[in-house]
């Protein structure tokens, strides 16, 4: 009987220290799914195309760098540049994993759901985050949020270009550069929505509460700061993956050295 009791006693202390754990996984994950949620809401077409303009440039500048110390320490001349085929196809196939990198490690936005979750649960309690996804089911709250995202475009674009990071009309970056134009425009046309107050009660609403105010701030804020830090990252990256892929351009070095045997 005493047996019985004990073991009873067991089971009671290993069920109090349990069950909290348990109840705090539970909630965890049911945020964590909330986030995801909210996040599902933006699409971030213009800062991505920003950030594909900026690491192209990036890729771009790695690569010539490196294709420019083969040069001098091969001894290949002035006609070693931009411009000539070998070095133009050795630029090509050393641009192209440092191409897969941006892709995998910024375009593909893989990266960003847990710093989302982490900024969004310092930053909103559960209901702020019950009623953020309700508001942007609908429509209105939909053109909200591409507003917000071309808020954060702007800052985001802003910190490249007031630092001198994003350099215009840099050579190899103009398809980037059309679709950013692109991305832009037609996120700003569909973001547009009537502002009259018999039309729009909701959306003036939400933008003129503290919870819609709190929102737009704290993205413009947190998310410029993550989405910056990111390209920081991955750009940093770059020259060392194009000294990794040097190998790449040997075949066109040596083609060009058949070509220009003086």
Known sequence: MFS?????LCLVTLMSAVLPVI?????????????????????????????????KQQSLMAVRSELARLGREGNL????????????????SMAAPLLETVQREWTSLEWLP???????SRSFTDAEMDAL???FRTEVGAKQARI???????HVGGALTMSGKLIQDFPGTAEEQRTLTYVYAEEEKAMRFSVASNDNAEGQQFALSDLGAKYQKTLMIKMTGILN???????????????AAAGAADPMIKAFRAANPG
């Open 229 to 243: 830090a990111r390209m920081d990252a991955v750009a940093a990256t770059l020259p060392v993956q194009a000294r």
């Open 114 to 120: 847990p710093e989302w979750a982490e900024m969004t």
């Open 148 to 154: 917000i995202e071309q808020s954060v475009a702007f």
């Open 77 to 92: 001349g002035k006609a070693w540049r931009p411009g000539n085929a070998q070095w133009d196809a050795a630029e090509a």
């Open 4 to 8: 019985a009791i004990r073991r009873l």
């Open 133 to 135: 996804v309700t508001h």
């Open 23 to 55: 109840a705090h996984a539970q909630s965890a994950d049911a945020r964590r799914a909330k986030a995801d949620e909210l996040l599902a809401v933006h699409k971030w077409r213009t800062t991505l195309a920003l950030g594909n303009r900026y690491l």
